[in-house]
Each structure stands twice: as C-alpha cells, then as structure tokens.
C-alpha cells in the first residue's frame, strides 16, 4: 500500500496543507488539499473519498475536486456519516455557494454520495475499509484501510483521548494520528477532541498494552504555528516508548 500525505497540517499556508491523505493513488481520506496539492491529471484517478467528519479543514475540497471532476466527464464516491453529508448538502453543494454536483450533471451526477456504517466492513473498489468512531466532535470516524495483501493502515481522524474501545476494532502496521498541539494545550487538546505528545504516549501505552505491538506512527494535523514545539516532545515520547514516532509532512510518501 503507498500513502502519500497531500496535507499534513490543520492549517493553510504557502508550506503547509490541510490534512488530506491518498492511498494508492485511487482513495482519498479527508478532502483538506485534494486540488491544492494533487495534479489535474492524477484527480480523475480518484475513485472515492472518505471523510471523517464535517469541519472545514477536513472537507473544504470537496466542493473544488467536483468542479474539476465534472469537467473531466468523471464522477467520485463520497463516503461518510449522515451528518456529514448534510453539512456539505446544506452548506456548500447547495445551489447558493456552489452548485449541487451531487445531482449535477443531471444524466451522471459528479458526486455520489455513500453511507458508511461504523464497525462494519465494506468494500470500496480495491480496499476494505472499516469506521470506527473516535473521541471528537459529533460522529467523527477514523478509518481502517486494509488492501488486497492484507496490508492495513489506520487513520485517528482528530480525535482526543481515550482511544481503547477504538483500537480493540483495529490492527494496523501504519498508524496516522492526530496530533494538533503540544502538551502545554493539555485542557484545550482534551475539551477540542484533539492529542497531544504525552496524550499520545498514553494512548500509546495502551495499545501496546493490548495488542502487543505498537506499529508505525505518523502524526498529522500539527497546528503549524506550534510545529517546532510538537516536535521535541514527539522525540521525547518515542524515546520514552523506544520506537519511532514521525510528524508527517506535506508529500511525505509511506510505504506498506
Ligand atoms: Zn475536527
Ligand atoms: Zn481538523
């Protein structure tokens, strides 16, 4: 499985994208910088786009890859939660800010919207993906992508602490997971739905704890301003749990 990471942080800025990540080229999760940082000649590569939750770094593309899509003759699948879907259908794609692309064009709509069903499998074109909730705001889901060879990937989506019910659903060899601010944000991670380094290191301890393992870890979603702080502290965590803890970065390639 190749993950490339288009956006790695909460933040815009000339160095930095909204989270965003694209498995094997075909599958998108979260919609942060999929026209910002993705050629017009990959997007209709895109077969499906999974969004985690509603907030606008997570799906503020959305609207941007069907504009292009459309012209392309190309239609995507959008999987998510209700909610989700009715924040885009009410707020973006509603015939005021941007046009309705998910009954447009009228013979073969550019979006499709797709439900996705927490704790169960479904297929989607070549992976299995599984949903699983986690600790943010209304029905946030992470992902578990698992491929053809079994090769499995989970991504947190934001998320705060108390993650052992979430990692009994999954079992990962790459784990991508939020970690937005560093531990002097402690209140403000836990009352936002958001980790920390150390908040990390104890969700950490606890999946090793049941799993008996700890895979690879990549953190997204670092609020840029606060970069170089997050950093030190991740260090400091990977040495505490002896293994490697990495901050992704915009185009940083993963292999599986
Ligand atoms: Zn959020
Ligand atoms: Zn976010």
Not at 9 to 22: F, G, I, Y
Not at 110 to 134: C, G, K, M, S, W
Not at 238 to 243: K, V
Request: net charge negative; proline share 5%.
């Amino acid at each position: 499985m190749d993950i490339r990471i288009l956006g790695a942080h909460n933040s815009e800025s000339e160095m930095t994208r909204c989270v965003c990540l694209l498995v094997d080229e075909t599958l998108a999760i979260d919609a942060g910088s999929l026209t910002s940082n993705l050629s017009i000649s990959s997007q209709p590569k895109l077969k499906a786009i999974l969004l985690t939750h509603q907030h606008y770094d997570h799906i503020r593309d959305v609207p941007a890859i069907a504009l292009n899509l459309s012209r392309q003759d190309t239609s995507i699948d959008v999987y998510s939660t209700p909610d989700v879907r009715v924040a885009i259908e009410t707020h973006l794609l509603n015939g005021i800010l941007y046009p309705k692309f998910q009954e447009l064009p009228q013979a073969k709509p550019t979006i499709n919207f797709r439900l996705i069903t927490p704790y169960e499998t479904q297929r989607v074109n070549d992976h299995q993906i599984l949903a699983i909730p986690v600790n943010h705001c209304d029905t946030t889901v992470g992902y578990q992508v698992t491929d053809a060879e079994g090769k499995s990937m989970f991504y947190t989506a934001d998320t705060g602490p108390n993650l052992r019910d979430c990692w009994k659903h999954v079992s990962p060899q790459l784990l991508i997971t939020d970690v937005t601010v560093p531990n002097r944000y402690d209140e403000f991670a836990k009352r936002t739905g958001h980790l920390t380094p150390n908040l990390l290191h104890e969700e950490l301890i606890t999946f090793r704890e049941l799993k008996g393992y700890l895979p690879q870890i990549i953190a997204v979603h670092m609020d840029a301003t606060l970069e170089p702080e997050i950093k030190n502290e991740i260090a400091a965590i990977a040495e505490a749990l002896d293994t490697s803890v990495m901050l992704a970065h915009e185009n940083m390639q993963l292999h599986i």
